[in-house]
């Protein structure tokens, strides 16, 4: 799998994708510039109008970074860890969380994903 840029403001965060097949129809998308909202104090997410592959499973928990979709339509980056009970699709995780969670702030946010 190719690596991934998201950009926020003026930070670059490279994330390691997982190979499948809903990753591989978010690639098909990029670049992509999205405005993310606010979701609980522990996410972004953002609604595709069209619905990708989905193989979601419990997850069990969230770790700081995950890029994640919520059913078929619902892009979700999560900037703190936790339990959780819902069920994802793993698309990836940003390699190095420093600063993350203040690039994502807390209302909604504009970021750009690309391809490295």
Same mark, same amino acid.
């Given at each position: 799998? $190719?690596?991934?840029?998201?950009?926020?403001?003026?930070?670059?965060?490279?994330?390691?994708?997982?190979?499948? #097949? /809903?990753?591989? =129809?978010? !690639?098909?998308?990029? $670049?992509?510039?999205? =405005?993310?909202?606010?979701?609980?104090?522990?996410?972004? &997410?953002? &609604?595709?109008?069209?619905?990708?592959?989905?193989?979601?499973?419990?997850?069990?928990?969230?770790?700081?970074?995950?890029?994640?979709?919520?059913?078929? #339509?619902?892009?979700? !980056? &999560?900037?703190?860890? &936790? =339990?959780?009970?819902?069920?994802?699709?793993?698309?990836? /995780?940003? #390699? #190095?969380?420093?600063?993350? =969670?203040?690039?994502?702030?807390?209302?909604?946010?504009?970021?750009?994903?690309?391809?490295?």
């Amino acid at each position: 799998m $190719p690596g991934l840029t998201l950009r926020i403001g003026d930070k670059n965060f490279r994330v390691t994708l997982h190979d499948n #097949d /809903s990753t591989r =129809a978010l !690639l098909k998308k990029l $670049p992509l510039t999205l =405005a993310m909202d606010e979701l609980n104090g522990n996410e972004k &997410f953002y &609604f595709f109008s069209e619905k990708f592959p989905a193989a979601s499973e419990r997850v069990g928990s969230i770790k700081t970074g995950d890029l994640m979709l919520y059913g078929s #339509d619902c892009l979700v !980056l &999560f900037y703190e860890s &936790f =339990a959780t009970s819902y069920s994802y699709t793993r698309l990836g /995780s940003v #390699d #190095d969380v420093t600063g993350w =969670a203040n690039a994502l702030g807390s209302g909604s946010v504009e970021v750009t994903f690309s391809i490295n």
